[in-house]
């Protein structure tokens, strides 16, 4: 519904989602690491799933949802990772970046909604 960004947050959202299933696998199997790393590669796989099911939307409300619920689980990845950088869990600058990243891509999804919803009212 929005021509070339959409492709381009479909591209963005697809290789934070190998990221995540990359560095997922380096986080610890026991413990808190454990269910903190499930939860992480849920959420930020999420994100492009949703992303993807907006383009085949069949309307602008529903387009706007789905990227809703992508921008909601940016927000719940940046919350896990966050986590397990705080915790100690993990340190390496890798999860920084990738923190980083999930907030960008939460900016630009937080954009779109907006932007949607003003159309939705105009």
Known sequence: MGGDMDKDIRVRTFK???RVINI???IPRTGAGYILGKQLLR??????????EATAASSKADFTNKMNIALKEARETQYWL??????KIVDDLQFHELLDESNQIGNILGS???KMRVKRTA
């Not at 966050?82 to 915790?87: G, M, P, V, W, Y």
């Open 112 to 114: 779109i909604v907006s």
């Open 43 to 52: 959420a930020g796989t999420s994100v492009g799933a949703n992303v993807e």
């Open 16 to 18: 934070f989602g190998l």
């Open 82 to 87: 966050r986590l397990l950088c705080e915790s």
């Open 24 to 26: 997922y696998q380096q």
